[in-house]
């Protein structure tokens, strides 16, 4: 699988992206596996990790850095009362969220999301080089909820963060479907994340076009095949991805989670329960596959 391809006028880009980068020490070296002997070329990074800073030193200077929002594993930074448990554990719920998305009087719960993201984007911004733009992302892609992204761009004009790249997590089923007799252990659950996701995208395009237009753009894989994202589910359905890249005149992102916590005393420090049967499961071995060369 090759990292780029040549099309005429430029070069289709490919970004094999990892995320959940410095959770835990031996799962960033996991992931930086994938660097070593693979293609790994993009990681986002939990932001409020206890283990950030040694693991950003890790971390080569040629990979992309995307600051993985973060509102339902580990500790808050903030403490918000509205956003954590009684031991200061990130507690929101996405269903929650998006009804509270639909409701009025979200003031307070808004500026606490805002709060919360702005400490986690200081957080990883201290470990960057200094003027380096931002790209920004989520844990489970909470960002696309419109409550929680509101806020973060809330934080983005009143910091004038300087931001390169928000992903879009909008998948274009047509990719898979001609491909269905090839992917195995097809969740069908992924498919209600895919129409959800993209009923959220296209909301927060349409209230944020002028800005959204001016970042980069990328065509993103990794939803259908979430928790999937192995090399032979992949494979067959890039060549379509990148003509459909090609059209738009976007890069890829291809989306895996290659960092699986096998280390017991990591494993009880996951605060997320949904978060333990993901990161632990073997998949997350398999999906390494996608970083090969």
Same mark, same amino acid.
């Given at each position: #699988?090759? /990292? ?6 430029? %070069? &289709?880009?490919? +970004?094999?992206?990892? $995320? ?5 020490p ?54 918000h ?57 989520s844990?489970?892609?909470?960002? #696309?909820? /419109? ?6 761009? %809330? &934080?983005?004009? +009143?910091?004038k963060? $300087? ?25 069908p ?26 970042l ?27 003509n ?6 976007w ?43």
């Amino acid at each position: #699988m090759e /990292p780029a391809t040549s099309v005429p006028g430029r %070069d &289709v880009q490919i +970004e094999f992206h990892a $995320d959940d980068y410095a959770l835990f020490p031996g799962q960033t070296r996991r992931i930086l596996g994938c660097y070593c002997n693979g293609c790994l070329n993009g990681v986002s990074v939990m932001p409020n990790s206890k283990y950030l800073e040694p693991c950003m030193r890790a971390l080569p200077e040629d990979v992309a850095v995307t600051v993985h929002l973060n509102l339902i594993e580990g500790k808050s930074l903030t403490g918000h009362p509205l956003l954590s448990d009684k031991r200061g554990n990130l507690s929101c719920s996405f269903g929650a969220l998006l009804l509270r998305s639909c409701l009025p009087g979200q003031g307070a719960l808004r500026r606490a999301l805002a709060e919360e993201l702005r400490a986690q984007i200081r957080a990883v911004s201290a470990c960057l080089t200094p003027g380096k733009p931002l790209r920004l992302d989520s844990h489970a892609h909470y960002h #696309m909820l /419109p409550l929680v992204f509101d806020a973060m761009m %809330d &934080v983005v004009r +009143e910091d004038k963060l $300087d931001i390169s790249y928000i992903r879009m997590p909008e998948e274009h089923v047509g990719l898979y479907l001609h491909h269905l007799g090839e992917i195995r252990d097809f969740s069908p659950i992924n498919l209600v994340k895919v129409a959800i996701l993209n009923l959220l995208v296209q909301r927060n395009r349409r209230k944020y076009r002028t800005f959204l237009d001016k970042l980069d753009k990328k065509l993103f894989l990794g939803v259908f095949l979430s928790g999937r994202m192995y090399r032979e589910n992949v494979e067959p359905v890039l060549p379509d991805a990148l003509n459909l890249a090609r059209k738009k005149g976007w890069d890829i992102e291809l989306l895996a989670h290659p960092g699986g916590v096998l280390e017991l005393e990591d494993v009880m420090r996951i605060t997320n329960k949904s978060d333990m049967d993901f990161l632990c499961d073997d998949l997350r071995t398999r999906e390494a596959s996608l970083f090969e060369l």
